[in-house]
């Protein structure tokens, strides 16, 4: 669930996560739960569908560069980081 037009619903998602200690919020230290596996999720579809290259590339700066923006992109959507 995205909850995009609720923000203060998403916020509730990653505490009761968080809280609950669920295997997502484990895998990822409670820290931005939700908005890491939207993370993950993106970069697996972006290499399944040719974009891996994006992610991965020899001398590895522009792939670092893209790789950090979305992870800013994604992590800025919590609310608890405002």
Partial sequence: MHSRSQPT???????????ADTPLS??????SPLERMHIFILTQLMRRHGMGGLLVQPGGTQAS??????TETLLVT?????
């Fill in 78 to 82: 919590d609310l608890r980081c405002v």
């Fill in 26 to 31: 484990t895998l990822y230290g409670g820290n």
């Fill in 65 to 70: 560069n893209t790789r950090s923006l979305l």
């Fill in 9 to 19: 619903a998403k916020l509730r998602l990653n505490n009761v996560q968080k809280n």
